[in-house]
């Protein structure tokens, strides 16, 4: 499992996010706070404050490399 911060401030990066990790068979959580919720729910990650940055945690050791490239945008 490899853990990156994000920032989803806007719903148009919220949609692209959802759309871009949606293309990977990989299980991808938010965590803010005390709350996980699964990252390629679009109305989850709306349940969380979006003005703070949100940890990614990324379930995958095989697409990783590609993973990380696609969401350099959401650093």
Do not use: Q, W
């Not at 699964?38 to 003005?51: H, R, Y």
């Amino acid at each position: 499992m490899k853990t990156v911060t994000i920032n989803l401030g806007s719903i148009d990066k919220v949609k692209s996010f959802v759309n871009d990790i949606t293309k990977f068979d990989s299980d991808f959580d938010l965590v803010s706070g005390r709350y996980v919720i699964d990252a390629k729910s679009i109305m989850g990650i709306f349940s969380l404050d979006l003005s703070k940055p949100i940890d990614l945690n990324i379930h995958s050791e095989t697409d990783l490399d590609e993973i990380l490239s696609v969401l350099e945008k959401y650093k």
